[in-house]
């Protein structure tokens, strides 16, 4: 099992126990994830209202690439899922369009030809992997271990583009944490938003937001569970700007399995966690 990875600017730069940990958990499963040369920026959430045409065309070069791999996309970020989905969808369902964004795609030499899906990382687990295989996998229990799931915005939403899930009622990311022998808790405003979208205009709003998150998760389980890099940020962020900090463990979904399938704390990064997560170590079986 093959696929072209898209890693995204924010995992790649600033959070290596992300990326680490979802090759890494990969690699145990059989699946192989595949650099895609000369890939860059998704396009980001937030240029099409801007410039919707260059917005595609940023993101159906990486499909390209992806295209001529042969592969389908993994990605790591909700956002990039988001982005690279409606995109991919919108040129396929539009042959004027796509013509018109090949134009532009070919003065860096690439052509969009439709012929690739996109997934995020938990989703590619659960439908392509397979929950059974996965729970093969595991080799110790965080038996103990409370663990508060955060789904993000665009996992899911808009509900249209991003087929799957009930974006008002998923289960995926709390099925994988079961998975680790980890306790899937549910806890007051799971799917709002981590307001990190509105870090740039109003920054205040963004820390209240996600301390709010940090301090609820905290009084019902002990680590809050990401698979977006932006929501991951937030949530340790918020923390770190406190004079007392709340002190929940922010982890990457990937952290989590890879304890469980029996990777040590170097082999999913566990060190570049801000907020100390190596207590979550205790609770292996």
Same mark, same amino acid.
């Given at each position: 099992?093959?696929?072209?990875?898209?890693?995204?600017?924010?995992?790649?730069?600033?959070?290596?126990?992300?990326?680490?940990?979802?090759?890494?958990?990969?690699?145990?499963?059989?699946?192989?994830?595949?650099?895609?040369?000369?890939?860059?920026?998704?396009?980001?959430?937030?240029?099409?209202?801007?410039?919707?045409?260059?917005?595609?065309?940023?993101?159906?070069?990486?499909?390209?690439?992806?295209?001529?791999?042969?592969?389908?996309?993994?990605?790591?970020?909700?956002?990039?899922?988001?982005?690279?989905?409606?995109?991919?969808?919108?040129?396929?369902?539009?042959?004027?369009?796509?013509?018109?964004?090949?134009?532009?795609?070919?003065?860096?030499?690439?052509?969009?030809?439709?012929?690739?899906? @996109?997934? !995020?990382?938990?989703?590619? &687990?659960?439908?392509?992997? %397979? /929950? =059974? +295989?996965?729970?093969?996998?595991?080799?110790?229990?965080?038996?103990?271990?409370?663990?508060?799931?955060?789904?993000?915005?665009?996992?899911?939403?808009?509900?249209?583009?991003?087929?799957?899930?009930?974006?008002?009622?998923?289960?995926?990311?709390?099925?994988?944490?079961?998975?680790?022998?980890?306790?899937?808790?549910?806890?007051?405003?799971?799917?709002?938003?981590?307001?990190?979208?509105?870090?740039?205009?109003?920054?205040?709003?963004?820390?209240?937001?996600?301390?709010?998150?940090?301090?609820?998760?905290?009084?019902?389980?002990d680590t809050l569970?990401?698979?977006?890099?932006?929501?991951?940020?937030?949530?340790?962020?918020?923390?770190?700007?406190?004079?007392?900090?709340?002190g929940l463990p @922010?982890? !990457?979904?990937?952290?989590? &399995?890879?304890?469980?399938? %029996? /990777? =040590? +704390?170097?082999?999913?990064?566990?060190?570049?966690?801000?907020?100390?997560?190596?207590?979550?170590?205790?609770?292996?079986?």
């Amino acid at each position: 099992m093959k696929y072209a990875f898209f890693v995204g600017c924010t995992t790649l730069s600033r959070l290596p126990g992300y990326e680490k940990s979802a090759r890494k958990v990969a690699e145990k499963l059989g699946v192989e994830l595949l650099d895609m040369p000369g890939s860059g920026c998704c396009g980001t959430t937030y240029l099409e209202t801007l410039d919707h045409k260059t917005a595609l065309a940023m993101a159906a070069r990486n499909i390209a690439i992806a295209e001529e791999m042969g592969l389908d996309i993994v990605t790591v970020c909700n956002g990039c899922t988001e982005v690279l989905t409606k995109t991919n969808k919108e040129l396929k369902g539009n042959p004027e369009l796509k013509a018109e964004i090949n134009e532009v795609l070919a003065e860096a030499g690439k052509k969009y030809m439709g012929t690739v899906e @996109v997934k !995020h990382y938990v989703k590619m &687990l659960k439908d392509d992997v %397979g /929950l =059974d +295989a996965i729970k093969e996998k595991m080799e110790r229990s965080l038996s103990g271990l409370k663990v508060g799931s955060h789904y993000g915005c665009h996992m899911f939403k808009p509900a249209e583009v991003m087929e799957g899930e009930d974006p008002e009622n998923p289960t995926v990311m709390d099925e994988l944490v079961a998975l680790t022998g980890a306790e899937p808790i549910e806890y007051p405003n799971k799917l709002e938003c981590c307001a990190g979208p509105v870090m740039g205009v109003r920054e205040n709003v963004t820390w209240s937001v996600g301390l709010d998150k940090v301090k609820t998760v905290k009084k019902y389980g002990d680590t809050l569970a990401t698979a977006c890099p932006f929501c991951y940020l937030t949530f340790e962020r918020c923390q770190l700007m406190e004079e007392e900090s709340p002190g929940l463990p @922010v982890i !990457h979904l990937p952290q989590l &399995l890879g304890l469980a399938m %029996g /990777l =040590d +704390a170097d082999d999913v990064g566990l060190g570049h966690n801000k907020v100390d997560a190596k207590g979550i170590l205790e609770k292996l079986r």
